[in-house]
């Protein structure tokens, strides 16, 4: 398996505009998470869900951010409108969620976001 | 899920053990204690996880005490390739979510 993919790897994109950043689980997992990285807040998770469902959502900054998951093979994370304070890397991960089956994440390279 | 304290920086000698310590004192009885570590410019990474006995793997040990209120991770032969912020959590293992909270961790300096 090629692991969990993120795409862009790298986002610039001026104040204002939409940025839609893209994820890709590991075949057969049913969890998904987004967690952002600032120097000021670290490692934060922002939304899960399992098996396409969000289950949890309250670390979502407020109303500009959204996230989907059409179907158990992608998702992504959407900024309308970005703002500089916007700008971190932003991990998806993925791992099993059943009872008797690892748990452990695993996580994409991530994507760089600066907001200009 | 419990709170968790770790030194913020060590150093080590490559090719020594590099001993990370990790204190959970107010960690439940169904917790389990986590190691991530995350190597520069990468995601994290999974490392290790125990309950109450110690656990070996190939990339790491994890030494728990008897009263599992603190934790030992250990790299038995320290390379450069080690050098990463290194993460100890605790939670509920396949608890709806699976959530992950990260704290500040122990940022590792393999030195030659």
């Known amino acids: 398996d090629a692991g969990v993919i993120q795409s862009p790897r790298h986002e610039v994109t001026e104040m204002g505009q939409e940025v839609t950043l893209r994820c890709k689980p590991i075949?057969?997992?049913?969890?998904l998470f987004w967690y952002r990285q600032t120097m000021m807040r670290g490692l934060e998770l922002l939304i899960y869900?399992?098996?396409?469902?969000?289950?949890?959502d309250s670390g979502m900054p407020e109303d500009r951010f959204s996230a989907k998951m059409p179907n158990a093979s992608f998702s992504t994370l959407k900024i309308q409108p970005s703002e500089p304070r916007d700008s971190a890397v932003y991990f998806c991960?993925?791992?099993?969620?059943?009872?008797?089956?690892?748990?452990?994440?695993?996580f994409g390279p991530g994507t760089r976001l600066t907001v200009t | 899920d419990a709170k968790t304290t770790q030194p913020p920086s060590m150093d080590c000698a490559e090719g020594r053990a590099a001993n990370l310590p990790c204190n959970h004192s107010?960690?439940?009885?169904?917790?389990?204690v986590y190691w991530y570590r995350q190597i520069h410019s990468q995601g994290p990474q999974y490392i290790i996880h125990?309950?109450?006995n110690n656990e070996t793997n190939e990339m790491a040990s994890l030494i728990i005490t008897e009263d599992r209120k603190s934790s030992t991770l250990i790299l038995p032969h320290a390379t450069l390739r080690d050098t990463a912020v290194y993460y100890c959590?605790?939670?509920?293992?396949?608890?709806?979510?699976?959530?992950?909270?990260f704290g500040g961790g122990t940022r590792v300096l393999v030195k030659p």
């Open positions: 991960a993925s791992s099993w969620g059943l009872a008797g089956t690892p748990d452990e994440q695993y």
């Open positions: 075949s057969g997992h049913d969890y």
């Open positions: 869900f399992n098996n396409n469902v969000p289950i949890d």
């Open positions: 107010t960690i439940s009885g169904n917790e389990y």
């Open positions: 125990g309950l109450k």
């Open positions: 959590i605790v939670r509920v293992r396949g608890a709806a979510g699976n959530k992950l909270t």
